[in-house]
């Protein structure tokens, strides 16, 4: 705390570093504490350039420490992205460097004032700043060292990942230059990009019944043996069964919570302010300053404020509700309009920041209050002036309430002492505003309802006896639905952060919080072990080794087993339909009254993204060309055949060849894609997340 009041008492730079402070404490505070981590374990090595674990154990402890407060986030999680940015921020500087790509200072400050990052923006809406202003400040050599280092750490930081961004643009400038599309290619881009107009008629393998189709292990073999590039590992991996078991509050705990949350409610209610609720231990309190307009909710920004928001302020001060939990959520909520008052929406400040004794603080203020303009003071050594943004108005609302009614008593556009102390003082005038209106300060008590210390004692025993029980590794698997627990099957790796987390369209969707130890017994142990019970706040899990997997998935892994199953039936399908209907008619309308379905139509082009045909069908289309059309194609699927028929083409439009071959380029190699590629496979990178998470 003792660096958070001495930037309080730098009156000159307060309203600018207010919100750097309180993170630079943080980052102190996170740095001291990661000093209990002792070990000469690398985390990581990329080509030849080491991660020392201490070195990445405090970033992941600052990482941590600046998580927002409410966020349930995993530790391991963000352990996992934190060295995956650290592994791909040191392939890029390896690969600019034998590149000689560079990311000067001029280029990154110039990016840094145009498209300043989000955090920058804030601080510079909050203090009435230009990102050009903020950089001057930074770079000011008469600011004091003290005060302006959070400051300026904080711009270094976003500074290094907007250089990262310059030099991952310049390598994929200098990867496309690289490639060059010759005559065949050109001469393929315009095929991709013909149209083709086809009706055609399908038969689903789903209408043969599975039963009348063998797959014999010699099948599965043969296709395993195919397609065995698809099952390779880029690490060893694990096959594990594991139970989870949630940890919730039963009936009883409910009933329980159900009488404390009235009393709560009550109190909240009937006594002054948040009185009746402030020493209860099992409340948690925040609260909120909204206007009736606004958009703010309790952490969140929405794009229309919640219905019980919008009714506790039509009700007026002391109205009261509250929200009560829905599915798994253990948390009530109850609200109350404490008070309510008047004060200018925001304002656009004039700020003169005065170094020096009163005496010079004075004549400032004299001068100032004498209608001197604020530009006629630019220049001086001991004074900086901060002119006032239309476009970043501060909130009144969100100040002090000393300096908040000084705004307000000085709204006619009079100077005012914002800060004054013996090393200087900030004076400020309002010079632009917006009218007044009505504030309310809505007060947040929240009661969550945990579990007993019999229930979780009970639901623990119940899991045990079930081990007890069941002490070879089928029975486990085996019994698990009999005893209502749920046995779920997953395939791990060293760098599985969360057991059932999932790759999605939205990104890896969350799965079992803080499994992470978990995941590690499971590649200490041996094939058919069963772990003890990890306990968890919220949940209880348990974990069985299956089989350990050296260089690919094998043949005997059940999902590899059934896609592969799932395939030969297609495949075998296919051979038996094609032979019921191939010659069987002249054109798709017979094709169609054979196959018992109705003709469709599409338009289909190879340089398409999807299409309404499957692939290898749309291929088949594609290599007849032109001389295919009017005839009829019989065209086996991977989940149906197709009979086709091509009944026009439209040509590509004939374009510059330099401009097809930029198309060329353009769909071919997606830059991202293969800057990605280009760094993960330039050098070897070994993940020792495992031995130390």
Not at 230 to 248: A, G, M, P, Q
Not at 543 to 557: F, R, W
Not at 639 to 653: D, S, W
Request: aromatic share 6%; hydrophobic share 40%; net charge neutral.
């Amino acid at each position: 705390m003792a660096a958070l009041e001495k930037i309080r008492k730098r009156a000159v730079i307060l309203t600018i570093v207010i919100g750097a402070g309180l993170l630079a404490f943080i980052l102190e505070e996170a740095v001291r504490a990661s000093g209990a981590f002792t070990t000469d374990t690398l985390a990581a090595k990329v080509g030849d350039e080491k991660i020392e674990m201490q070195e990445f154990q405090n970033l992941s402890q600052m990482r941590q420490q600046a998580q927002d407060p409410d966020s349930k986030t995993d530790p391991a999680v963000i352990q996992q992205q934190l060295l995956q940015e650290i592994i791909q921020e040191k392939l890029l500087t390896q690969e600019c460097d034998e590149a000689n790509i560079i990311a000067s200072g001029d280029e990154v400050s110039e990016l840094m004032i145009k498209n300043p990052p989000q955090s920058i923006q804030q601080i510079c809406q909050q203090n009435g700043m230009t990102p050009k202003d903020l950089l001057d400040f930074i770079k000011n050599p008469n600011a004091d060292p003290q005060s302006v280092q959070p400051v300026r750490a904080m711009y270094e930081q976003e500074a290094q990942k907007m250089a990262n961004q310059l030099l991952q643009a310049k390598l994929g400038m200098l990867l496309m230059g690289c490639l060059q599309a010759n005559d065949i290619d050109i001469a393929l881009t315009k095929e991709e990009s013909t149209v083709y107009d086809v009706t055609y008629a399908k038969v689903d393998y789903a209408t043969i019944d599975d039963s009348k189709v063998k797959v014999t292990d010699a099948d599965l073999q043969q296709a395993y043996d195919k397609y065995k590039a698809l099952f390779k590992l880029e690490d060893e991996s694990r096959r594990v069964h594991y139970i989870k078991v949630d940890v919730d509050p039963s009936a009883k705990d409910k009933a329980a919570a159900g009488v404390k949350i009235n009393k709560i409610f009550a109190d909240l209610q009937n006594k002054a302010g948040i009185s009746g609720v402030r020493s209860n231990s099992d409340v948690v309190l925040d609260s909120l300053t909204t206007t009736q307009a606004d958009k703010q909710m309790f952490g969140t920004k929405v794009e229309n404020k919640d219905e019980l928001i919008n009714n506790l302020i039509a009700a007026g001060v002391n109205s009261c509700d509250k929200k009560d939990p829905t599915g798994r959520d253990r948390n009530t909520f109850m609200y109350k309009v404490t008070s309510a008052y008047q004060s200018i929406d925001s304002v656009g400040l004039d700020m003169v920041l005065v170094q020096g004794p009163k005496a010079r603080q004075d004549s400032v203020l004299a001068l100032l209050e004498g209608g001197m303009a604020i530009d006629s003071l630019a220049g001086n050594p001991n004074i900086q002036i901060q002119k006032s943004n239309a476009q970043q108005l501060a909130r009144p609302f969100m100040f002090p309430d000393s300096v908040r009614n000084k705004i307000n008593a000085n709204a006619s556009g009079n100077f005012f002492a914002w800060q004054v102390n013996k090393e200087g003082a900030i004076f400020a005038k309002v010079a632009q505003s917006k009218p007044a209106v009505t504030f309310y300060n809505i007060a947040r008590a929240k009661f969550t309802d945990y579990p007993s210390e019999a229930t979780k004692t009970q639901l623990q025993n119940d899991l045990q006896k079930y081990l007890n029980k069941n002490k070879d590794i089928k029975a486990f698997e085996k019994n698990g639905k009999a005893a209502h627990y749920d046995v779920v099957e997953e395939v791990i790796t060293p760098a599985t952060t969360q057991l059932g987390a999932q790759q999605s369209q939205f990104g890896m969707m969350p799965g079992v919080p803080h499994s992470r130890e978990a995941v590690k017994w499971a590649f200490s142990s041996k094939p058919g072990t069963i772990s003890q019970i990890f306990i968890d706040d919220n949940a209880l899990l348990v974990v069985a080794v299956d089989e350990v997997y050296k260089d690919y998935i094998p043949l005997t892994d059940p999902t590899v087993k059934q896609q592969l199953t799932e395939l030969v039936k297609n495949e075998k399908k296919g051979e038996m339909l094609m032979k019921q209907y191939n010659g069987k008619a002249k054109d798709v309308a017979g094709y169609a009254a054979l196959m018992k379905c109705n003709v469709d139509s599409a338009s289909i082009s190879m340089g398409a993204p999807q299409q309404m045909l499957e692939g290898r069908v749309a291929g088949r289309v594609a290599g007849l060309g032109a001389n295919g059309k009017g005839k009829v194609q019989l065209v086996a699927g991977r989940n149906a055949i197709y009979a086709v028929q091509i009944n026009g083409t439209t040509p590509a439009r004939e374009l510059p060849k330099q401009q097809v071959a930029m198309q060329y380029r353009q769909q071919n190699f997606p830059v991202q894609q293969m800057l990605n590629a280009v760094l993960q496979g330039s050098r070897k990178v070994k993940n020792n997340l495992i031995k130390f998470s």
